[in-house]
């Protein structure tokens, strides 16, 4: 096995860990407001403050890591679908450390001291989630990047990119960026 065949399955390997397990958190999260409230909601909510340092902080960045040895090893840093497939991690690797886990972790603190029926929970709850669908667009594109590779040629596949990203960022955020975040 070459050095690029290396980290292509590194990166891969790291980035299945990572979109997968956020995914079922965002699907249990979800499910659970649904069938069991608040008190289920929040207790996915604290298990992705629990998870966030140990497992989706290292394994988002290895999955960076990986991809720029991919590159170096491989195609290189030219290609428009490296470039766009690197700023979307990115972009979702800083949400997720800067948005998602300081808010999960502050919800974690008020279900401590409060208890998961703390009426101070449930719209920091929303404002999570609604942060963390829009995560999963740019995740959904970044998949797409990654395996359709587009090239500036490809003016209609990059438009619809950016609509999707755009149509996105307004259905999945909303008013989450202005709402308040909970405070311990």
Request: proline content about 5%.
């Amino acid at each position: 096995m070459d050095w690029f065949s290396l980290f292509k399955l590194l990166h891969v390997i790291c980035a299945v860990i990572w979109v997968g397990g956020g995914f079922t958190l965002l699907v249990a999260a979800e499910i659970m407001r649904r069938k069991r409230g608040s008190r289920g909601m929040m207790a996915v909510v604290d298990a992705v403050a629990l998870l966030g340092p140990p497992l989706f902080v290292p394994v988002s960045a290895l999955t960076i890591v990986f991809g720029v040895f991919t590159a170096w090893f491989g195609v290189g840093f030219a290609e428009l679908w490296v470039l766009l497939g690197t700023l979307c991690f990115l972009a979702t690797f800083l949400d997720g450390l800067l948005m998602i886990k300081p808010r999960a972790e502050k919800m974690s603190a008020v279900i401590a001291a409060e208890g998961p029926d703390s009426p101070r929970l449930l719209p920091a709850a929303d404002t999570l989630l609604k942060i963390a669908r829009f995560d999963y667009v740019m995740l959904a594109l970044v998949i797409v990047d990654m395996v359709v590779k587009p090239s500036p040629g490809n003016v209609w596949l990059l438009a619809a990119m950016g609509v999707v990203l755009v149509v996105g960022a307004f259905l999945a955020l909303g008013s989450a960026l202005r709402a308040q975040p909970v405070t311990a």
